[in-house]
């Protein structure tokens, strides 16, 4: 499809031995590894590693079941099947993934495609460091359809309140059937350009969870990006 924006997102839990402060940077230098497999900087184009921002005061509404999300722009839509057999990624990252992660990366990941529904939708915008971004998973399905399809405007559950205040909202949707358990019909990124911004969104979050069925909230911290 023509001027298509293809991710792969996770919603990543961290090995239960590393605390949640350590999480990021153990994230990070997994992370690192990618410059050692030719394939892997051919086919992502950006990175972003969105942290669970730690502070006991946020909300009930929101998860403490995992601990980060990473937003992974693609070169093609190909390139979220390929990476899965690439034999760098293979033999270099995967082996470490048990180090940082509950579980293997390809078991909470999932493949979509981008739609923005405010801000620039230029495909080279991406977070960088230190980016606030509220990442809700919703709507968990027990079958995967392929025909689901981004709202065209902005549902009114989505901009209620202090959530309205994003300067960017990007709704992806699945391209394929994901792991057990992760099926959710949207995955949504609402952007803030502060701190405060971002946690009135979260405190809006009661109508947005009442809409969304089976979900997953998220108050989140880009800790580490590239380009």
Same mark, same amino acid.
């Given at each position: 499809?023509?001027?298509?924006?293809?991710?792969?997102?996770?919603?990543?839990?961290?090995?239960?031995?590393?605390?949640?402060?350590?999480?990021?940077?153990?994230?990070?230098?997994?992370?690192?590894?990618?410059?050692?497999?030719?394939?892997?900087?051919?086919?992502?184009?950006a990175v972003a590693q969105c942290a669970r921002v730690l502070d006991d005061a946020l909300p009930a509404t929101l998860s403490r079941d995992y601990d980060g999300v990473n937003l992974m722009v693609l070169a093609d839509r190909n390139s979220g099947?390929?990476?899965? $057999?690439? @034999?760098?990624? !293979?033999?270099?990252?995967?082996?470490?993934?048990?180090r940082v992660f509950a579980d293997y990366v390809r078991n909470f990941s999932m493949l979509c495609e981008q739609h923005v529904l405010r801000g620039s939708a230029d495909e080279a915008?991406?977070?960088?460091?230190?980016?606030?971004?509220?990442?809700?998973?919703?709507?968990?399905?027990?079958?995967?359809?392929?025909?689901? $399809?981004? @709202?065209?405007? !902005?549902?009114?559950?989505?901009?209620?309140?202090?959530?309205?205040?994003a300067q960017r909202i990007v709704c992806n949707t699945l391209d394929a059937a994901a792991p057990e358990g992760y099926g959710y019909g949207y995955i949504v990124e609402w952007w803030f350009d502060t701190v405060q911004a971002a946690k009135e969104a979260a405190q809006s979050l009661s109508d947005a969870k009442q809409a969304s069925g089976d979900s997953v909230f998220m108050l989140t911290q880009v800790t580490h990006s590239r380009p």
């Open positions: 499809m023509k001027n298509a924006v293809w991710k792969m997102i996770y919603l990543a839990r961290r090995n239960p031995t590393l605390a949640p402060e350590q999480f990021p940077e153990a994230w990070r230098s997994h992370s690192a590894l990618g410059k050692q497999c030719r394939n892997v900087g051919q086919r992502v184009k099947d390929a990476i899965w $057999s690439d @034999p760098e990624t !293979l033999s270099i990252m995967r082996p470490d993934e048990p915008v991406h977070p960088q460091r230190d980016a606030m971004i509220l990442i809700g998973f919703l709507q968990r399905e027990a079958t995967f359809s392929k025909a689901r $399809s981004a @709202p065209t405007s !902005l549902p009114a559950a989505w901009i209620t309140g202090g959530l309205n205040a």
